[in-house]
T-cell receptor, first 115, second 111 residues
């Protein structure tokens, strides 16, 4: 079945460091791809998304490019801040979901940014 | 956009009892989704609720344990029945998840 694999955390970085969180997927056709973020004590928030190959999603300095050839959707940010400390989830909606739009999540990657 | 109000935000329940979680959406939506997030883990879809029909449950989840109601296009409830400590999790509802509309979650602790 369809699935999402994320790099294991925690990822610990110093402020202003470059961030990459790897995400690869297994799915038929062209799923829609998402990154969600969960800040400590808060609910889930959509960070960015891409719905077709070569699309780049971006938001708040984060970006990710839909790579069909490598079935990847890696999250990047050029300069992280302490306020970016959170858990990041990669997710997909299968192309053939019967209109149900159900999200399949990766395991999540915890990011800790230190001053 | 849709705003989802979920309650309660947290509860502590005795084993063997049940907890009903409510989600109210401020606009009409066709489908609502219920997820479980066990401690330190990712989100797993429990079921999809469509108004006017029975919910569709994912593998490993059954209606007797997680009955769902969807009386109209703006409201849904999830009941977690016959609670055990293994049910301690965060439960989230969602509408239009591709647009990022999630409730704030219900943190359930079973003692």
């Amino acid at each position: 079945g369809d699935s999402v694999t994320q790099m294991e955390g925690p990822v610990t970085l110093s402020e202003e460091a470059f961030l990459t969180i790897n995400c690869t997927y297994t799915a038929t056709g062209y799923p829609s791809l998402f990154w969600y973020v969960q800040y400590p004590g808060e609910g889930l928030q959509l960070l960015l998304k891409a719905t077709k190959a070569d699309d780049k999603g971006s938001n708040k300095g984060f970006e990710a490019t839909y790579r069909k050839e490598t079935t990847s959707f890696h999250l990047e940010k050029g300069s992280v801040q302490v306020s970016d400390s959170a858990v990041y989830f990669c997710a997909l909606i299968p192309m053939f979901s019967g209109g149900y739009n159900k999200l399949i999540f990766g395991a999540g990657t915890r990011l800790a940014v230190h001053p | 956009s849709a705003v989802i109000s979920q309650k309660p935000s947290r509860d502590i329940c005795q084993r063997g009892t049940s907890l009903t979680i409510q989600c109210q959406v401020d606009s009409q939506v066709t489908m609502m989704f219920w997820y479980r997030q066990q401690p330190g883990q990712s989100l797993t879809l429990i079921a999809t609720a469509n108004q006017g029909s029975e919910a569709t449950y994912e593998s490993g989840f059954v209606i007797d344990k997680f009955p769902i109601s969807r009386p109209n296009l703006t409201f849904s409830t999830l009941t977690v029945s016959n609670l055990s400590p293994e049910d301690s999790s965060i439960y989230l509802c969602s509408a239009e998840p591709a647009r990022g509309f999630f409730g704030q979650g219900t943190r359930l602790t079973v003692v």
